[in-house]
C-alpha cells in the first residue's frame, strides 16, 4: 500500500465529510420547525399520562427478585421471571452469553426497577377517566392456570377491580426472545369505560456503553419508515414526542435490544423521555370504548433479544415488523456491512473459524479488485523504474521549475504512466475496511469468537504487547502500550510493501513515509483483532500481486 496513496485517501474521505455537512446536513429552520411540530403534537393530545407516583426503596437485585410473588419464565435462549406485582417483565438473563471470556457468569438484561440498574418492560391499560381504578405498578396480579411459562406453555394472569372490570393478561413465548401479550378487559358493571393501551420500557441508568461514533446505544424506534435514533444524554436535554400509523421502538445496547410492538393497524404516540430514569412507550391515541357487559382485547409484542442477525431478520420478516433489521446499526453503508458479514458467516460455516473466514474474505476481496489493482500496480511499477530518469531530470532542470514539470509530464506521457492510479484501489478498499470494522464492532455473532494461539476475541484487541515481551516478564503494560504480535505483522508488511513503491524524491517526505508504518501499527493496535489480520492478509497479498506485476513490467526511457 502506498503511503502517499493512504494519505491522499484520507484527505479525500475528510474532504467528503466537510461537504456533506455543508451541502447534505439538514437544514437548522427545518430542524427547529419539526422540533415545534413535535411540541404541537405533545401539547394537543389528549391521552392520559402514563405517569405513576412511585416510591420504591432501593434495594440489591437479590432482594427484590424475593420480594414479590413471581413467575419463571425459560425456553431455549432465555430464563427469568415477571413480577406479579405490576405484572412487569423485570428479570431476564440470555443462557448463550457469558459477560467475559472464560467466565460463567451469564449476560442479565432486566432487572427489577427498585435495583439500582432497574431495566423493564410494563403494558396494560390506562384511562381519564378518574372514577375508575386501573392495575399500576402496585398491582398485585393473580396467576390462573400455568405457573411457569415457556415456549409450549402460555400463563394467564388476571385483577378485579371491585367496580365490575377485570383486568386480564394473556402472555405467551416463542422458543427464542418473543413475548405476545393479549391484554384484555372484562366490563361486568352497567357503565361504559374508555381505554388507551399502552406498553413501556423503562431504565433507571445509562448503562455501560461503548461511547463509539460508529454506534448508537440507546433510545431506538421506526415510525412511519423513518428512523429514530435518540442516545441518554439528548433524551436528558429534551423529550422526543411523535405520532405514528406503524412502527415499532426499544431500547438497544451494542449486543441487545428491548422492543415493543404496539397493536397492528392503529395509531399510536411514541414517546422518549427522562424523569429520574429513562422512559421509551407508546400509548394508543384513540380511546377504545368497552360497553356495559363488553369486552375489548389488545395484542403486543415484545421482543427483548440478543442481536443475532438470524434472529433480528427472522423477525422482521415472519411477523412483518417494519425495519425491525436496523436494531443492528449496520451504519450508512449497510449495503456493504451487511453483505459482508453474509459473506464471512458462509466462510465460517464453511471453516468452523471467524478467523479463517476473515482471511477467506480477504482473498475474495483481493479478487475482486485484482483488475483495478494491477492496472495500478503497473503504473506503480513503471514509476519506480522512471526514478532514475526522474532523478536525472530533477538534475537537469533543478533551477526551473517550469521545465522541471513540463519535461516531467511528458515523460508521464511518453512511458503511458499516471502518477495518481495508485490512489484508486486504495479508495475503493477505504469503504471496505470500514465495513469490515463495523463487521466486528456491532455483530454478536463475533463476539468472543476465537482464532487460534493467543487470539481468544476477534472482536477485541490483540491482547499482546512487545513491551512486556509478549507476556514473559509479568508486567501489565498500559493500555497505550498494548501493540500485540499482530499490530507488528502488520506493521512489518506495511514497512516491506512500502519498499516495493517509488521513494519519494524529497528527503523529508522520504523518513515521513518511513514513519507511517510505525505510526499506523500503534494507531490500529487498539482495533479489533480480526480486523488486523484483514490488514495484514490484506498487505501480504497485496506484495505478491505487486511483485508479481513488477517483474513483468518493463519501461524503456530515451
Partial sequence: MDSKNVIAAISLSAAVII????????????????????????????????????NFAEITRDEALTQNERIKFENNNIIGSISLKGATIDDLTFKEYNVKLNNNEKVTLLNPRNVTNGYLIESGFVTANKNIDIPDASTVWKVEGNKKLTNSSPIKLFWNNAQGVTFEKHISLDNQFLFTVKQKIINSSNKTYSFYSYGQIIRNKVPDISNFYILHEGLIATLDDELIEEDYDDIQEKKFSRTAQKGWLG????????????????????????????????????????????????????????????????????????????????????????????????????????????????????????????????????????????????????????????????????????????????????????????????????????????IHDLSERDPTSVFNLFGLIPWDPPSFLMIGVWPILMGISMFVQQKLNPTPPDPIQAKIFMFFPIFLTVILAPFPAGLVIYWTVNNILTMAQQIFIMKRTTVKTA
Fill in 251 to 454: 431500547i438497544g445496547d451494542k449486543f441487545w435490544i428491548s422492543s415493543i410492538i404496539p397493536p397492528r393497524g392503529k395509531e399510536f404516540k411514541t414517546t422518549f423521555d427522562y424523569k429520574n430514569k429513562f422512559r421509551a412507550n407508546f400509548i394508543s391515541t384513540e380511546g377504545i370504548e368497552v360497553n356495559p357487559k363488553g369486552t375489548i382485547q389488545e395484542t403486543i409484542q415484545i421482543i427483548v433479544a440478543a442481536k443475532r442477525v438470524n434472529v433480528i431478520d427472522g423477525y422482521a420478516e415472519n411477523l412483518k415488523i417494519d425495519k425491525f433489521d436496523l436494531v443492528i446499526d449496520w451504519g450508512f453503508m449497510y449495503f456493504i456491512t451487511k453483505p459482508l458479514f453474509f459473506g464471512i458467516d458462509y466462510f465460517f460455516k464453511l471453516l468452523g473459524n471467524y478467523g479463517l473466514a476473515i482471511i477467506a474474505i480477504t482473498f475474495c476481496i483481493r479478487l475482486t479488485f485484482f483488475p483495478l489493482a494491477n492496472f495500478s500496480f503497473r503504473s506503480m511499477a513503471k514509476m519506480k523504474i522512471l526514478q532514475p530518469e526522474m532523478t536525472r531530470l530533477k538534475e537537469l532542470h533543478k533551477d526551473d521549475k517550469m521545465k522541471l514539470q513540463q519535461e516531467t509530464m511528458a515523460l508521464y506521457k511518453r512511458e503511458k504512466v499516471n502518477p495518481m492510479s495508485g490512489c484508486l484501489p486504495i479508495l475503493v478498499q477505504i469503504p471496505v475496511f470500514f465495513a469490515l470494522y463495523k463487521v466486528l464492532f456491532v455483530t454478536i455473532e463475533m463476539r468472543q469468537m476465537p482464532f487460534y494461539g493467543w
Fill in 19 to 54: 461537504l456533506y455537512s455543508l451541502f447534505f446536513q439538514p437544514n437548522p429552520k427545518i430542524v427547529k420547525q419539526n422540533l415545534e411540530e413535535q411540541k404541537k403534537i405533545q401539547t394537543n393530545t389528549d391521552t392520559p399520562s402514563l405517569d405513576q407516583a412511585e
